[in-house]
């Protein structure tokens, strides 16, 4: 769909009216809760004050991007029901959070912690597995905000603009203002991102199916597509896809609050207690995330072809809605991916300069130059993402996101294992750490890029989710060596 | 993990693993029927599963306060 469609002048308008309206808003929250904007965790955290109905905007604009808004209908309208696998992740993600993270926000806050490596840090000492646990961050997020990327660009491209320029104008006024108000920014954006989105879902779950003759019909028109097209597709699993189905929606859910971004999100609430009740509200989100998924089996119903199942979202809005919704819910989407952008950039920004710059390059940094070396590698970071998306091929973003999410579950251990036991160490988690990401590159490179691995025990075949092997391994390889190396040695704090 | 935690009233924590059992169990639900407004069980089931989990959250939160 390339090229053809014409520029509607109301969808336009109305979409360039909400980017305004976020990118004023986002210049003007640096004023907001007013803080001292030279330091770190005034910057990087919003200053640790966020409350219940501020994290939970935060941290939904946060966790569900864009990409997630055009991949996971993609996903769906590819392969059916396998795609769903987003819907146990996101419910079983929040037993974990309300477990763990309570714990994790009180040493951080505590000890003045910005970011998982300042955690690894204060437990264990020493600067290289901090530095790796850092790098490991970076690395698995700067694929991920070039996603960000690719989904603002797939719904520049339904409203019929095409080439890289809006983007690249966006971009810029996105790091403009995260550069000038931090975390609040996002934060405050975020608000008005989730009530947009929020207004598209129940729209187009409401409107699309009455059109369409009803879910039942939606499902069986999914039905017989999928039977016609035949492989390891359908609107139910096949007993095959079982344990590739749980798998991923384990190894997503452990994985997920170990990026930065979502790590920034809640340690920048205001207490524990915060991010308990947000555990139990969050699970709001995953509602409109399932229904976000069903729009995959509704552009099947509705008979929409793409070449590209990632323009299935927008295919199906601009076939079936008036032009002005079809800019309202293209803002809709374009502004999910600035949320995550932001915060994304800032916490890899906070790590490298926490983590990386400061430990390795300049132990006397001021905490001031702290604040405005991460203000600058936030700029850099958005900037390489945007060269990224422009210049190589969309395929490389997707492959290495998903490399990423193997990567980031590999510091796992030491994050999630150090709240609870004593028994590790240094050695032990950083050769577990080392085994996971080896034996998880290794596994993902051998199966052409693909998330999942066929594990044979004994005559029965597995498929598992490779980052949940690898971090078997890690998790086998960090005991066993902390066994047998000497305790860690700042143990009584 | 849970068991780490001091709180007499630890075997609450427990109730946090139901979800992971409901939905990671795939052949419990991996069936068309019964279907329900025109939901096949696989997908209400998993909607289900929202508020349900919301649910055992808030109890275990209320169960140690």
């Known amino acids: 769909m390339s090229g053809s469609i014409p520029v ?33 965790h005034e910057w990087g955290l919003g200053g640790r004050q966020f409350g219940v109905v501020i994290s939970w905007f935060l941290v939904g604009g946060d966790f569900y991007t864009a990409y997630t808004v055009i991949a996971v209908p993609a996903l769906v309208y590819s392969v059916g029901a396998y795609g769903f696998f987003a819907l146990p992740y996101t419910i079983i993600v929040y037993p974990f959070v309300f477990a763990v993270m309570p714990k994790l926000w009180q040493i951080a806050n505590a000890k003045n912690h910005i970011t998982a490596a300042d955690y690894v840090q204060g437990e264990y000492g020493g600067k290289w597995f901090p530095a790796a646990v850092a790098l490991t961050g970076i690395v698995a997020t700067m694929p991920y905000i070039a996603l960000q990327l690719v989904g603002m660009q797939v719904v520049i491209r339904g409203l019929g603009v095409n080439g890289e320029l809006p983007l690249v104008i966006a971009f810029v006024i996105l790091a403009l203002y995260t550069y000038t108000s931090g975390l609040r920014a996002p934060a405050m954006i975020a ?30 028109a999914a039905d017989h597509f999928f039977k016609a097209k035949g492989g390891a597709t359908g609107i139910l699993l096949k007993p095959t896809q079982f344990t590739a189905y749980a798998s991923l929606a384990l190894g997503s859910a452990l994985a997920a609050f170990m990026y930065p971004h979502t790590m920034t999100a809640v340690l920048s609430s205001s207490s524990a207690a915060t991010v308990r009740k947000n555990a139990i509200f969050l699970p709001a989100y995953t509602l409109l995330l399932g229904l976000i998924a069903l729009l995959g089996y509704m ?3 509705a008979g929409i072809h793409v070449k590209s199942a990632s323009d299935v979202v927008p295919a199906l809005f601009g076939t079936l809605f008036p032009s002005w919704f079809v800019g309202f819910a293209a803002a809709a989407i374009a502004i999910s991916a600035l949320v995550p952008a932001a915060i994304m950039s800032s916490g890899a920004a906070n790590l490298f300069t926490r983590n990386l710059w400061r430990p390795i390059v300049s132990p006397d940094m001021s905490s001031s130059s702290e604040a405005s070396t991460a203000k600058i590698v936030s700029l850099v970071v958005k900037f390489g993402a945007l060269l990224f998306i422009v210049f190589l091929p969309t395929q490389y973003a997707i492959d290495l996101q998903l490399l990423g999410g193997v990567w980031i579950l590999q510091i796992f251990p030491a994050i999630v294992f150090s709240l609870y036991t004593r028994r590790l160490n240094t050695p032990g988690l950083f050769l577990g750490w080392l085994v996971g990401i080896t034996l998880g590159s290794g596994l993902a490179i051998s199966q052409g890029l693909k998330p ?18 690898a971090l078997a391994a890690n998790i086998v390889v960090t005991f066993s060596i902390s066994a047998v190396t000497p305790k860690r040695v700042n143990d009584i704090v | 993990m849970e068991t780490a935690h001091p709180a007499g009233r630890s075997w609450l924590w427990l ?17 068309t029927r019964p279907s329900f407004a025109g939901f096949p069980f696989f997908y209400w089931y998993q909607f289900l599963w929202v508020p349900l989990t919301s649910l055992l959250i808030y109890v275990v939160y209320r169960g140690l306060k």
């Open chain 1, 452 to 469: 999942v691995f066929a594990l044979h025990l004994g005559d029965a075949t597995y498929p598992l989710y490779i980052g949940l092997i």
């Open chain 1, 299 to 301: 552009a099947i119903a």
């Open chain 1, 191 to 220: 608000f008005v991102k989730d009530i947009m989105i929020c207004i598209v879902v129940i729209a187009a779950v409401w409107l699309i199916p009455a059109k369409l003759g009803g879910y039942g019909q939606v499902f069986d």
């Open chain 2, 15 to 31: 109730i946090l693993l139901i979800p992971y059992i409901a939905l990671l169990w795939l052949p419990f639900y991996n069936d």
């Open chain 1, 8 to 40: 509607n002048p109301v969808a336009m308008a109305v979409f360039i009216f909400f980017f305004l309206l976020v990118t004023v808003v986002g210049f003007f929250a640096a004023r907001w809760k007013a803080g001292d904007l030279t330091q770190l």
